[in-house]
C-alpha cells in the first residue's frame, strides 16, 4: 500500500554511544523520504522554489513509534504515502525496514500544511500536487 520507497544505509556520524541511531535521526530519514517522493512524483519543495511562489510547508506534527534498533550500515527502505489529504494538509504515514526484512524497525506521522509566507496561514494545497498524490 505505500507508494514510494527510499534506500540507504545507516552512516556512522548517525549511532550513539549504545551503537543504535540516535532516536533524533529518525525524523531526518522522514525528512529525506519525504522530499524523495515529492521529487519522484515532480513537485519541487526546494527552499528557492517554495520562496518564489510565496508558499512552504509547515510541520504541525511528527510522531515515531520506535518498535526496534537500528545498526550502522544497516540498508534500510523507508516506505511513504500520503494516508490523508486535506484542503491545505498532507498526513504522511511512513514505515522503516530493514532490506529484505517485513518486521517493521519504526513507523511514523509527519503532518505539513501549506501556508502562505507572507500571513503565515493556511492556503489550499495546489490542484496539481493534489492529483499527483
Same mark, same amino acid.
Given at each position: 500500500?505505500?507508494?514510494?520507497?527510499?534506500?540507504?544505509?545507516?552512516?556512522?556520524?548517525? &549511532?550513539?554511544?549504545?551503537?543504535?541511531?540516535?532516536?533524533?535521526?529518525?525524523?531526518?530519514?522522514?525528512?529525506? $523520504?519525504?522530499?524523495?517522493?515529492?521529487?519522484? &512524483?515532480?513537485?519541487?519543495?526546494?527552499?528557492?522554489?517554495?520562496?518564489?511562489?510565496?508558499?512552504?510547508?509547515?510541520?504541525?506534527?511528527?510522531?515515531?513509534?520506535?518498535?526496534?534498533?537500528?545498526?550502522?550500515?544497516?540498508?534500510?527502505?523507508?516506505? &511513504?504515502?500520503?494516508?490523508?489529504?486535506?484542503?491545505?494538509? &498532507?498526513?504522511?504515514?511512513?514505515?522503516?525496514?530493514?532490506?529484505?526484512?517485513?518486521?517493521?524497525?519504526?513507523?511514523?506521522?509527519?503532518?505539513?500544511?501549506?501556508?502562505?509566507?507572507? $500571513?503565515?496561514?493556511?492556503?489550499?494545497?495546489?490542484?496539481?500536487?493534489?492529483?499527483?498524490?
Amino acid at each position: 500500500d505505500f507508494a514510494f520507497f527510499f534506500f540507504f544505509c545507516v552512516r556512522y556520524s548517525e &549511532i550513539d554511544a549504545q551503537g543504535i541511531v540516535y532516536n533524533a535521526h529518525y525524523l531526518t530519514y522522514f525528512d529525506l $523520504t519525504i522530499t524523495e517522493y515529492m521529487r519522484h &512524483i515532480g513537485c519541487n519543495v526546494s527552499p528557492l522554489a517554495m520562496q518564489t511562489q510565496g508558499k512552504d510547508f509547515h510541520v504541525v506534527k511528527a510522531t515515531v513509534e520506535y518498535k526496534a534498533p537500528m545498526r550502522y550500515d544497516d540498508e534500510l527502505e523507508i516506505h &511513504i504515502r500520503a494516508g490523508r489529504v486535506g484542503r491545505s494538509s &498532507i498526513t504522511w504515514e511512513l514505515a522503516i525496514f530493514r532490506k529484505g526484512e517485513e518486521d517493521v524497525l519504526s513507523s511514523g506521522e509527519v503532518i505539513w500544511v501549506y501556508t502562505d509566507q507572507q $500571513t503565515h496561514k493556511s492556503t489550499p494545497l495546489p490542484a496539481e500536487l493534489v492529483e499527483r498524490l
